[in-house]
């Protein structure tokens, strides 16, 4: 097991080595000259200010020096200064984390609760009418674009219940109820397309472990239905769920881009897209490397568990 | 069980919503767009304005609704007899957020921060005529300037006053303010909000009525009408009229409205074909069809306009002075004939990224390929746009300008040969006399003759073709009295409103 | 009855498909009006007789800016896919068919490819590039040349082994005659699903992308766009909004169907999975 798992780890190491590489070359192949764009955002520029920039920026060197510095300051968590708020970038990224965090994590956990109740009905009623009925709807469920079921539900909102709809972000530490209040509709919204893939999921392994042998034997022991199926068939039903987890993960990001410009929520799509809006390339490029570094640890761990739960993979 | 969860939260919502709007005098204000940065003399974006500009930092003068100069930290000045020394009178006990009081040497050391080399602002073209900046006393500056000035006074009102401290200090402004305005900067959560407190110690006793200002950054035009309707924000400034429309007669909502100084415009690069030719300049002019750009992107909400805004009541000419705002394609198609360009005139056109600019610019596309032309139209973000601009690598380009309560503000650097903002290239021998002449001036007919002349040449071959002028709305709760919204989109009158 | 149902399924979702499609492609000969005609006095108009879906906010025609739309849509998303499907295709082929070191340094590049989250990459390449619709169309086919490398290898490798390959090696037939002739079509099924699903999520990118802005721009039509204008001036015409989503749900939708039943049809081991 632990030569399954230093191989993986090696991968690992050999996947974050080429992701830094093409996120630092972005910055290279930008048409013309990447600081003179940057500064396009402000009104006036001065030589010294160029200079300093090209300076901050380490245009200057040697593109292998460059890169080595700044791997070797990004691995010390030192991604510079943000080009307009003088604020560290690390902060900046630190800051708009926890939101787009927690929506993930709501809108994850929201549709994979609910996907196991929901896959084991489609599997019990598998082949009617009702069966292809729920399978076009995870379908529909899984194509429908997050960003308009969003605005579609804020318009709803505002005709029937206009008193409810809380907008914005608070932190959870300062105020949960209005904090769960607000993030309801941004992850349900999320959450719709977790929910039609996972239970897709569920219902195939449900299927594939109730026509295995042991659970013909549990059957046939006498235990009750209900337990055959959710003590043995849904166990089965972990291991490609585990896996899926992962894929959903950079899924999530992708939608959460999206949704928190729609619901007004501080988090790492409003930074990238304000952002690019200004040509901060520095931002863009941290933001970019650690939401992807996040995402390549997140199905690292997802591998890890699997090789824990599946004995198969240990030998 | 998820039903009862649900409704458990939106009770609890229901009740989280009472108490805040019991408690709190805090008015919460729905914003677009973020601010960039809060230094007060690097700033010039409408998001950053909006927060900083007579809320947090005040000038030596203010300029009202009515767009009249008024005093402000300057309680009285004068000015000599050849024009060129201000002596400003400065209001007493006046403090900066920080504690420190605000003297001469504030003022000085505000002026000297703004003009330096190493701050690079972009306002310091406003203050090119002062020459030097003297601290008299504590409480009297003196400004030496090159050459009279008729738009100084106006100039200073954005021209921040900033403690003496920061006047080497480039940095520390951006993300902490300190001025000396009716509300203190408390905290700046980037894409999240920016809160301000009420400046306990403010000059101007019983000012301000409310206890802070929170800007909630909120993109979505939806969304944030959603939060005006259900009473989550109290105010949503400096709106278009699409969103005006959409908020109008809804429960709890009311509008304010007031003529805009900022005005659409096309910007034509004169130091190449086809726009090098007047002639082709004053085709576009015939080719556009304001009152329709009206209608289509204002909603109705706006006026055609001349290179001044029509809320500059005392230089504005009518629009019926420009015989080239008659709407006349064939006319258009006539003087490229007469122009020798090959038609159709296939030109591209950059257009800043916002909505209105985007509708503006499809439907000026529309109407010039009506009239000879073939327009294309290349949209980019906000940083490349204003590089293009600058660097005047465009043949065209569709935006929309602040406009100024001057003329000498807006025209002297525009038109000017070699002006900060002449990124169109334009330089007219008869224009640069004019602009010269007019900005020493100090008898406002004279100065009002210069400036129709230059209205008049400007508006069929300047270099920019003006659009139009918007109402510009600001959409409020009901229970907030004493605000108003103001042309050049300063949100200094929510010192004395109340919620 | 059962595999009646199925075939039902691919019928449908067949079917779904080939209208859309049929409706990009002859969108100037059905639909009623010149897409970029605008006509003020109309504008924000719902339903009509005259616009069976109303008008946007410059009067112009819904249903005519929808099924350009679908041309922009398909143009971008077939395009990207299909250079995709060649270029990670080939990846992944040569890959298997070569093994040793060609093998492990085209995976490892494929794997660093696909450790990016798709929306990310692609905000990052038209950071780059500047926002257009074919920098989305680049972006979406960066993104997903690894998922075809990682396809095609796992079971090209296993053909490789094959007795048939074997033989054909041993009357000297080239390599690139081996690849195309006699492994390509025996994975055409599984290349058939995955562009059909990667399609379909294709056109969510594409659409999420002109949304933000940073795909297609005006005025060429785009349903990303349109919901993005239209979401503007929602309380006074939600219309164009609207059926701008139902637009983008029915194409992809339509897609993922067809490769769901696909698969079901030419693989049924797979029943069901996503």
Not at chain 1, 96 to 110: C, F, G
Not at chain 3, 91 to 102: D, E, M, S
Not at chain 3, 205 to 215: D, K, P, Q, W, Y
């Amino acid at each position: 097991m632990s030569r399954v798992l230093l191989a993986r780890l090696i991968d690992l190491v050999i996947v974050l080595f080429g992701v830094s590489i093409i996120v630092f070359l972005m910055i290279r192949l930008i048409p013309g000259d990447a600081v003179a764009i940057m500064l396009g955002a402000n009104t006036e520029i001065t030589p010294e200010r160029m200079a300093e920039l090209n300076r901050r920026v380490g245009l200057d060197r040697p593109v292998i020096e460059q890169y080595l510095l700044w791997a070797g300051a990004a691995l010390r968590g030192d991604f510079g200064t943000s080009l307009w708020t003088g604020r560290p970038v690390a902060t900046e990224i630190l800051i708009h984390l926890w939101p787009t965090l927690e929506l993930t994590a709501l809108a994850l956990t929201m549709g994979a609760v609910l996907a196991v109740p929901v896959g084991c009905l489609m599997a019990q009623t598998r082949g009617g009418v009702a069966d292809v009925a729920m399978r076009i709807g995870a379908i529909a469920g899984l194509t429908i674009p997050s960003f308009w079921l969003g605005i579609v539900m804020i318009l709803l909102l505002s005709a029937w219940a206009p008193s409810f709809a809380s907008l914005g972000y608070v932190p959870f530490s300062e105020d949960p109820l209005g904090n769960l209040q607000r993030m309801l509709l941004p992850s349900v919204a999320l959450a719709l397309p977790i929910l039609a893939n996972l239970s897709r999921l569920v219902r195939s392994a449900m299927l594939d472990a109730l026509g295995q042998d042991y659970i013909r034997t549990a059957r046939a022991k006498g235990l009750p239905e209900r337990r055959v199926v959710y003590k043995h068939a849904l166990r089965n039903a972990l291991i490609p769920f585990l896996t899926s987890v992962g894929i959903m993960t950079g899924y999530l990001l992708g939608g959460a881009i999206v949704v928190e410009q729609v619901f007004a929520i501080p988090g790492l799509g409003r930074l990238i897209l304000g952002a690019i809006a200004e040509r901060n390339y520095p931002l863009i490029q941290a933001t970019i490397l650690v939401v992807t570094a996040g995402f390549v640890l997140v199905n690292f761990l997802v591998d890890f568990l699997y090789i824990l739960v599946d004995p198969r993979v240990r030998a | 069980m998820f039903r009862s969860m649900l409704r458990g939260v939106v009770g609890a919502g229901f009740m989280a919503a009472a108490l805040t709007t019991a408690s709190a005098q805090v008015l919460e204000i729905g914003a677009d767009n973020g601010p960039t940065g809060l230094d007060p003399h690097l700033i010039t974006a409408f998001p950053s304005f909006m927060v900083v500009n007579g809320n947090i930092y005040e000038g030596l003068t203010a300029i009202d609704k009515d767009l009249k100069i008024i005093p402000s930290l300057a309680e009285s000045w004068t000015v000599s007899e050849d024009g060129k020394t201000y002596t400003f009178k400065l209001r007493s006990g006046v403090k900066f957020h920080d504690g420190s009081p605000m003297e001469a040497a504030d003022v000085v050391a505000s002026v000297k921060r703004l003009l330096s080399k190493d701050m690079a602002s972009p306002l310091a073209s406003r203050l090119s005529a002062v020459e030097s900046a003297n601290a008299v006393d504590a409480q009297t500056v003196e400004l030496k300037l090159k050459e009279p000035s008729a738009a100084l006074l106006s100039s200073l009102s954005v021209i921040a006053i900033v403690p003496r401290a920061m006047e080497t200090n480039k940095d520390a402004l951006q993300k902490t303010p300190v001025g000396t305005g009716p509300f203190k900067f408390q905290e700046w959560q980037p894409n999240g909000y920016i809160l301000l407190a009420k400046n306990e110690a403010y000059w101007d006793k019983g000012l301000p009525k409310l206890s802070g200002l929170k800007f909630n950054i909120v993109p979505e035009s939806a969304t944030r009408q959603v939060g005006l309707t259900n009473g989550q924000y109290a105010l949503l400034p400096n709106i278009d009229a699409a969103t005006a429309l959409q908020l109008k007669g809804r429960p709890n909502v009311k509008l304010a409205e007031t003529m805009d100084l900022a005005y659409t415009l096309i910007g034509m690069n004169v130091s190449k074909p086809p726009f090098d030719n007047p002639k082709v300049r004053e085709a576009v002019n015939y080719a556009i069809n304001r009152q329709e750009i009206v209608e289509a992107a204002l909603f109705g909400a706006g006026v055609p306009g001349g290179p001044l805004s029509p809320a500059l009541k005392s230089w504005a000419l009518d629009v019926k002075e420009f015989g080239c705002y008659a709407h006349d394609p064939a006319r258009a198609q006539a003087l490229l004939k007469e122009a020798g360009v090959a038609m159709p005139v296939a030109v591209s056109m950059k257009v800043l990224p916002r909505q209105d600019i985007k509708d503006v610019a499809q439907v000026v596309q529309e109407q010039l390929n009506k009239a000879g032309f073939k327009v294309e139209l290349i949209n980019q973000e906000q940083g490349q746009f204003i590089q293009d601009w600058r660097n005047s690598n465009f043949d065209m380009f569709a935006s929309i300008n602040a406009g100024q309560p001057d003329p000498d503000e807006y025209f002297y650097r525009t038109f000017r040969t070699g002006g900060s903002t002449n990124v169109f290239k334009y330089s007219d021998a008869e224009i640069d006399s004019l602009l010269d002449k007019a900005r020493t001036l100090s008898d406002q007919g004279e100065r009002k003759r210069a400036y129709d002349q230059v209205q008049k040449k400007l508006a069929c071959t300047g270099p920019v073709a003006h659009l139009t002028y918007g109402t510009l709305f600001s959409a409020m709760n009901d229970k907030l009295k004493g605000y108003d919204v103001v042309p050049n989109r300063s949100l200094m009158m929510l010192r004395s409103a109340s919620y | 009855m059962k595999s009646l149902a199925k075939n039902k399924l691919l019928t449908f979702a067949v079917l779904l498909v080939a209208i859309q499609l049929i409706l990009a492609i002859g969108a100037p000969l059905i639909a009623p009006y010149d897409p970029m005609t605008q006509s003020v006095a109309r504008r924000l108009r719902g339903p009509s007789d005259l616009n069976w879906l109303g008008t946007d906010q410059l009067g112009r025609d819904v249903l005519t800016r929808i099924l350009y739309g679908y041309r922009t849509s398909l143009i971008a998303c077939v395009l990207a896919v299909g250079v995709a499907l060649l270029a990670g295709g080939a990846l992944g082929l040569f890959a298997a068919y070569y093994r040793g070191w060609l093998d492990r340094i085209i995976m490892r590049i494929m794997d660093v490819l696909f450790a990016f989250p798709v929306m990310l990459l692609a905000i990052g390449i038209i950071a780059v590039l500047g926002p257009h619709t074919y920098s989305a169309a680049v972006a979406i086919a960066v993104v997903y040349t690894p998922i075809f490398a990682r396809l095609l290898r796992g079971p090209a490798l296993v053909l490789c082994e094959s007795e048939f390959v074997a033989g054909a090696r041993a009357i000297g037939s080239s390599d690139a005659r081996i690849i195309f002739l006699h492994i390509l079509p025996n994975l055409a099924s599984v290349i058939l699903v995955q562009t059909s699903l990667l399609l379909s999520a294709a056109i969510l990118v594409e659409a999420s992308l002109s949304f933000l802005g940073l795909g297609t721009q005006p005025p060429t039509p785009s349903l990303g766009l349109m919901l993005s204008e239209g979401r503007n001036f929602l309380m006074l015409s939600p219309w164009s909004a609207i059926f701008a989503g139902f637009a983008i749900l029915f194409l992809s939708f339509g897609f993922n169907l067809l490769g769901d039943a696909l698969r079901d049809t030419l693989d049924p081991r797979l029943r069901g999975q996503p």
